[in-house]
């Protein structure tokens, strides 16, 4: 009796055992076929027209349409609103529903996870059909981040020129004014915007076609911003030249108000994007450029070197505290220069060129930018 009661233990035990073996295989199993069952739900998720719960808005009546094409439109709104029209409202509605879920960036994690499970296992059966498909809904992932974005974005700089050409030049130009429009309002939507395009940044690491998403994300927005504040810098240089005071005043003026931009724009950058590039270099640039062109002509025809002398000044005290003076006084150091430092240089190097023959008008239309 005892030998058979020791005899049905172990086979239970055996049993047992074995039903735990099962188990653990049955759910490595369901593990790994997880990796592949996941590509219904990112299908569904990355294409907007199918996303559940999105409701489009209704469309605009004709004569509604109608009525905003011919109210008059000022230089900002008309420029801002060039690309608008090619927009379809409800397909970057459905991009943003899509984006904005709670579960969208979690299921690009997994769908990491999933393409590096297949990657490491192309020997599968049907593992390199799947892998194709996982990447081709990477790359329509970081698509709609792209496009979200430049649409929030400029949507964002549309609201901002229609509220600023509300206004009167002078009052539009007020630092009261400017900032909260120009930068509290950009910077309002970077926590929505900066996980999403963190989580581009990151597929760009490992997807040479992200990469170029990601680009294209980084021009839309340097884009955005120079359509919008462009404008808003040449007039407001034009203001500072045509000024009551003294040439270094003017000057002075205008070199505070550049630096003091392409700072806040740099700032503003870093809250979208980890790494600078040359883009953003390119775009100071740009957005400077102006301020050697309004000074240019008048420190050509300045003649009093005490004059000149405190310009050089000026316009060393806005460059960086670590410029070497040797670099700065190459005469072609500004020819190496990048982003705002370029126009700065140029300017010194006119400067310095004016004092060593202060009489000499040069032609203006000689330049060195």
């Not at 509290?184 to 395009?197: D, H, N, Q, T």
Request: aromatic share 6%.
């Amino acid at each position: 009796m005892r030998t058979s009661t020791a005899a049905s233990v172990s086979a239970a035990e055996r049993l047992l055992e074995r039903r735990e073996h099962l188990q653990a295989l049955a759910d490595a199993i369901a593990k790994q076929l997880d990796y592949f069952d996941r590509l219904s739900h990112l299908v569904r998720l990355v294409d907007p027209a199918n996303a559940a719960g999105f409701v489009p808005s209704p469309p605009t009546p004709q004569s509604e349409r109608t009525l905003h094409d011919q109210m008059p439109t000022s230089p900002l709104d008309a420029l801002l609103d060039a690309d608008a029209h090619n927009v379809d409202v409800d397909e970057d509605e459905a991009t943003r529903f899509v984006c904005l879920r709670t579960d969208f960036l979690p299921t690009l994690d997994a769908m990491e996870e999933s393409i590096e499970f297949l990657t490491s296992r192309a020997k599968y059966r049907e593992a390199p059909a799947y892998l194709e498909k996982f990447m081709e809904c990477r790359l329509k992932a970081c698509q709609l981040i792209q496009r979200h974005a430049a649409s929030a974005w400029l949507g964002l700089a549309r609201e901002v020129a229609r509220k600023l050409e509300a206004k009167e030049q002078k009052e539009r130009h007020r630092e009261a004014s400017l900032i909260p429009l120009l930068y509290v309002k950009f910077r309002a939507v970077a926590p929505e915007l900066r996980p999403l395009v963190a989580a581009l940044e990151r597929l760009a690491a490992r997807d040479a076609r992200c990469a170029d998403i990601l680009d294209e994300c980084r021009s839309s927005y340097l884009d955005t911003r120079q359509r919008l504040l462009g404008p808003l810098t040449e007039e407001r240089l034009s203001m500072a030249e045509q000024a009551d005071g003294t040439l270094v005043h003017r000057a002075l003026d205008s070199l505070t108000y550049i630096t003091s931009a392409c700072s806040e724009e740099r700032a503003l950058y870093a809250a979208f994007f980890a790494q600078p590039d040359a883009g953003l270099a390119a775009y100071t640039g740009r957005l400077s450029q102006p301020l050697y062109e309004h000074l240019r002509t008048p420190i050509l025809r300045e003649t009093d070197p005490r004059i000149l002398e405190e310009l050089c000044a000026v316009v060393r005290a806005h460059l960086p505290a670590d410029y070497d003076d040797q670099i700065q006084d190459n005469a072609r150091s500004w020819e190496q220069a990048t982003g705002d430092m370029r126009p700065l240089l140029a300017l010194q190097h006119v400067l310095h060129r004016k004092l060593e023959h202060p009489d000499q008008v040069p032609s203006e239309s000689c330049s060195v930018m």
